[in-house]
């Protein structure tokens, strides 16, 4: 049997969690041969619902659970982890303008970006998921200059299985059969899931897809998928999230299938053009626990248009928080 390796996730009692934290614990992320030791991390007041969570993992005698440990606090919750999981967030309250919120959540994840540097393993991957996640990872990077930028990275990844099932779903494929599906740029209603060069079967789809139907559909349903969820439960998006954040650690880990790729949101090296310093959406392949854009997409005027706008967003986003970052390091400057 492999060492445990140590997975911290922040927001351990919300509805996220409690399907993450239980297929983590089940294998679903790092296999069915590597042991994991837990560290479940909430808000002070969430923490007898967190042992109601540590109770229902004892409940599942997952053999692969080491240990389980229940923090109130980003330093102990962080210490050695391989792997960060940051789910909990400031949600949008009422009246709350956008600007507050992003404020909000700064003073979140510079105390957990500060704590990441300090406690964590240095080779820690760390995956945002609590909104608004690009900007949330932005900050946390920031504030650990210890680690590298590329350590960070924030979800897309149910934004694109949102794309991939919808694809499947409107050509009549199941979704293992679609590859080369892409999202670019924000996790946000101005994010640009694009399937101009997705195949079926290995074929290209665009020859049988009706272009009135990806500009009117399906892009603004994946856009506006997570909204079509509340209105219909009541409740944001939880399991099919939880899969996402599976999806993408798991991915990065052991790497894409060949000939496909995948969206996760990373440093902008500068490729396509994006600006660098922003946490963006970009297609990539990964292998040996690293990964890397996939270059040379053909990028039309109207695919152009799309990757600016979302683009402009998370610039925006920035600029509301800049004055709360610290001074990037040359290795963030040049991400
Ligand atoms: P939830 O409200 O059910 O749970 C959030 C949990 O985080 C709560 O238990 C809260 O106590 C905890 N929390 C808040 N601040 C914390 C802190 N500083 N440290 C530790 N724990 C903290 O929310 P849910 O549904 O689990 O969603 C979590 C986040 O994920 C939200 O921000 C949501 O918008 C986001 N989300 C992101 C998606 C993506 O694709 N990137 C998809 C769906 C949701």
Redesign the pocket.
């Known amino acids: 049997m492999k060492r445990p390796v140590r997975i911290a996730i922040?927001?351990?009692?919300?509805?996220?969690?409690?399907s993450l934290i239980f297929r983590i614990a089940a294998g679903d992320m790092l296999g069915p041969d590597q042991p994991v030791i837990l560290q479940l991390?909430?808000?002070p007041?969430?923490m007898e619902?967190l042992r109601g969570v540590a109770m229902e993992l004892e409940d599942c005698a997952f053999p692969l659970v080491h240990a389980v440990r229940l923090h109130d606090n980003?330093e102990d919750g962080f210490s050695k982890v391989h792997f960060a999981l940051l789910?909990?967030?400031?949600?949008r309250g009422k009246g709350m303008e956008r600007k507050d919120l992003l404020e909000a959540n700064a003073e979140?994840f510079s105390?957990?970006g500060r704590a990441l540097n300090d406690h964590a393993n240095p080779d820690v991957k760390v995956l945002?998921?609590?909104?608004p996640?690009n900007t949330n990872a932005l900050i946390a990077s920031r504030n650990a200059p210890g680690l590298s930028p590329s350590q960070f990275t924030?979800?897309?990844?149910?934004?694109h299985n949102r794309a991939k099932g919808s694809l499947a779903n409107h050509i009549g494929a199941n979704p293992a059969d679609v590859t080369r599906v892409a999202v670019w740029g924000n996790?946000s209603a101005t994010q640009y899931p694009d399937i101009r060069n997705a195949e079926a079967f290995g074929e290209p789809v665009m020859p049988n897809l009706d272009a009135k139907w990806i500009s009117e559909t399906f892009i603004p349903r994946v856009q506006q998928r997570?909204a079509e969820i509340i209105a219909a439960r009541g409740?944001?998006?939880?399991a099919s999230?939880a899969n996402?954040a599976i999806d993408h650690m798991r991915d990065w880990v052991k790497g894409t299938p060949d000939g496909d790729f995948v969206s996760m949101c990373i440093p902008s090296d500068g490729s396509y053009g994006v600006a660098k310093g922003i946490v963006y959406s970009f297609p990539v392949r990964c292998r040996f626990g690293r990964y890397q854009i996939v270059q040379n997409l053909p990028i039309d005027d109207d695919a152009k248009q799309r990757m600016k706008a979302t683009e402009q967003e998370l610039l925006e986003e920035k600029a509301a928080v800049e004055h709360l970052l610290p001074a990037a390091t040359e290795e963030a400057q040049n991400a």
């Not at 922040?10 to 409690?18: D, E, F, H, K, V």
């Not at 789910?87 to 949600?91: H, N």
């Not at 945002?128 to 909104?131: A, E, I, M, T």
């Open positions: 922040t927001g351990a009692a919300g509805s996220i969690s409690n991390i909430e808000r007041e969430a619902a980003a789910v909990g967030a400031k949600p979140i105390v957990q945002v998921v609590g909104n996640a924030a979800m897309s990844r149910l934004d996790h997570g409740q944001s998006s939880a999230a996402g």
